[in-house]
């Protein structure tokens, strides 16, 4: 899952095809975490295996009672590491439900744990978590800060996708500050290492970053050329936002013909 291509589409159809089984698996554990260690145990592991599909097969509500039992669990465990990733987690379904201060809370601890374990590239990912939250927010100093943190550290151990991860954060943060030159700037070189390293949802999100600021410039035909990547990943893996993004490039498509 932590892949970003072809293992994204494969992780959701097993989990679609999985799903009743997989509930049935954690009611099982929830219930007897207390009388049994294998049980404790795979209420801590079952919110790691899923990654990003929980994302979009999980309302985040129904994400929070995984993520606190987890961190529970974790706790109990004396596990550190998967208390943090827990909360950090807990600090993505908060985001997902709009509030980010809460997600602020859960991300401060998780960064917390990951210096205190000397985990950098969790303390990255959390580092660009707090940007996004801060960025909810309206603060992008707080958000810019946080995210040249997060890309110096993924500079620093090598790690590609969350340098991607990190350039396109700060590409939002300057297309949210009037500066296109910039957003674009950093949207190329994101989109860059996407495709270098196959990663298709990096790819994905930065193919409509940019199209949408070229769109904005008046450049429609490198707009939808850019968009359409998008809008063929999420229609591969059935991402919820698929159509209403194709209805977004169709509306581009009229307006090319029109010309």
Sequence with gaps: ??????????????????????????????????????AASLCSSYPDAGAYVLDLRLHP????????????????LKDRGAEGRHLGNLGNAYKNLGDARKAIEYYQQALAIAREISDRRNEGAWLGNLGLAYADLGDARKAIENYQQALAISREIGDRRGEG???????????????????????D???????????????GNHSWNLGLEYE??????????????????????????????????????ERLKMR
């Design 1 to 38: 899952m932590y892949q970003g291509g072809d293992g994204i589409q494969t992780g959701l159809e097993l989990f679609d095809i999985e799903k009743t089984n997989i509930q049935a698996g954690w009611d099982w554990a929830e219930r007897n975490l207390r009388q049994s260690s294998a």
């Design 165 to 187: 991860n990190g350039l396109g954060n700060l590409g939002n943060a300057y297309k949210n500050l009037g500066d296109a030159r910039k957003a674009i700037e950093y949207y």
């Design 216 to 253: 904005k410039a008046g450049d429609l035909e490198r707009a939808a050329d850019l968009m359409q990547v998008c809008v063929d990943y999420e229609r591969k893996i059935g991402h919820p936002d698929a159509e209403k993004d194709a209805q977004r490039l169709d509306d581009i498509l």
């Design 61 to 76: 509500r129904e994400k929070i009672r995984w993520l606190e039992t987890a961190v529970a669990v974790a706790r109990q």
């Design 189 to 203: 070189q994101a989109l860059a290492i996407s495709r270098e390293i196959g990663d298709r949802r990096g790819e």
